[in-house]
């Protein structure tokens, strides 16, 4: 585990962190990022080795994602719908779909995304979509639409999710590349944060693909998006964590500089408590978080831990930011420095990978059960 978040700190301090700030301007990740997050390791974490990858375990794989995601948070938000399309293809896959496809995004050759499951009818409730893939021959044959997918227009490869029958209703997941005809993908939208993943709409129309591009069952499409789900919500947890921890630390420098009244903020008691208290939030989420991973290995099914986890680190991460930017006054609402960006993206991760307020529900239906 250390070496490997030995290299993942390395490539992040040379590689991302210097463009984190050009990132969120400009709306582009840095060109050819994902081929040197390849040499690097960062692909193919969530990847055994026998397909290229680092085979690294959900903590380090956490550990990593708070390591990027506290240099930019765009950056460890493409990572983390790239590596959910790898473990849907590690958990779900065929030997030939695995051997096929899986170096290639180990390597970053392949940019992956996954899920594509939210539609104009809703996202939190997968059993409500319109997409609908149909036998044709050998194949299928999708048609529909989605939107607010991450890295739409980007990657080149991803996993998406499309009802294949009314009664019962099911839906299947499908790995859908972006050469295929009858696939585009629609317009940007603009975001609040995360300015540097491109998140938009994908289109099929009469869009078909072959019998070897159905991932799992054809009724299975919720037990993919299950098999990948641990990672989301631990990447997504590690991530916010990063933001916030990033932002504390920034926030610390800060006050230790800003003179006010003749005296630097960080001699404040109040300022020093609310530092403290913030530290201390952040700490017992980290530990939430290892505790959650603890319980859920080897465990099957839902796993209630990590939904807790997620949900509380996310939202303390949401706090802690908000916070920090406080305490730089004027300045924390500038663009000229990060401590606004942290408070853009790290809200994101409340809503995706596991939305905060379905998590909530289904906590309390767990906890009740
Ligand atoms: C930056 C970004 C990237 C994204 N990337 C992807 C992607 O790659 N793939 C993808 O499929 N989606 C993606 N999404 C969409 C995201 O998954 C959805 O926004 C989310 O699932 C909620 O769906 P919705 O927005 O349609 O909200 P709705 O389903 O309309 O729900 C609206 C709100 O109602 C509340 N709500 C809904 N259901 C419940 C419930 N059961 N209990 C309590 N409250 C509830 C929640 O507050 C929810 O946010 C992305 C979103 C963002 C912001």
């Known amino acids: ?110 940019i992956g995304a996954a899920m594509a499951g939210t539609e104009a009818g809703g996202g939190s409730n997968p059993m409500g979509m319109r997409t609908h893939a149909r036998r044709d021959g050998d194949g299928w044959v999708i048609d529909g639409a989605k939107e607010f997918i991450s890295l739409a227009g980007y990657a080149d490869l991803f996993v998406v999710m499309a009802r294949t029958g009314e009664a019962p209703p099911a839906i299947g997941c499908f790995l859908v590349e972006k050469t295929d005809a009858g696939f585009t993908s629609g317009r940007r939208e603009e975001l609040l944060g995360m300015h540097g993943v491109p998140v938009g709409g994908l289109a099929f129309a009469n869009c078909r693909v072959g019998a070897d591009r159905l991932l799992g069952a054809e009724a299975g499409g919720l037990m993919v998006m299950g098999m990948a789900g641990a990672w989301g919500l631990a990447g997504a947890a590690g991530a916010a964590m990063g933001i916030a921890g990033a932002a504390l630390y920034e926030a610390g420098a800060f006050v230790k500089e800003r003179v006010v009244a003749g005296a630097a903020l960080a001699t404040l008691p109040g300022v020093q408590a609310t530092l403290g208290d913030l530290q201390m939030e952040l700490a017992a989420s980290r530990a939430g978080l290892a505790q959650a991973l603890r319980e859920i290995e080897g465990r099957k099914g839902p796993p209630l831990p990590l939904f807790r986890a997620k949900l509380a680190a996310t939202e303390c991460a949401v706090h802690v930011a908000d916070r920090c930017m406080g305490l730089h006054g004027a300045a924390g609402y500038s663009r000229a420095l990060p401590a606004e960006r942290r408070v853009r993206d790290v809200r994101a991760f409340g809503i995706h990978w596991g939305n905060n307020e379905v998590l909530r529900d289904t906590i309390r239906k767990g906890s009740v059960a």
């Open 1 to 110: 585990m250390q070496d490997v978040l030995d290299s993942v700190r390395r490539f992040t301090e040379g590689e991302i962190a210097p463009h984190a700030a050009e990132v969120d301007r400009s709306g582009r990740l840095p060109e050819g990022i994902f081929r040197r997050m390849g040499e690097a390791g960062l692909t193919g974490l969530a990847i055994p080795e026998k397909w290229g990858g680092v085979d690294a375990d959900l903590a380090t794989f956490a550990a990593s994602l708070e390591i990027v995601g506290a240099a930019c948070a765009s950056t460890a938000w493409a990572l983390l719908a790239h590596t959910m399309c790898a473990r849907t293809l590690v958990g779900a896959g065929t030997d030939a779909q695995k051997s096929r496809l899986l170096p290639g995004l180990a390597s970053g050759a392949t």
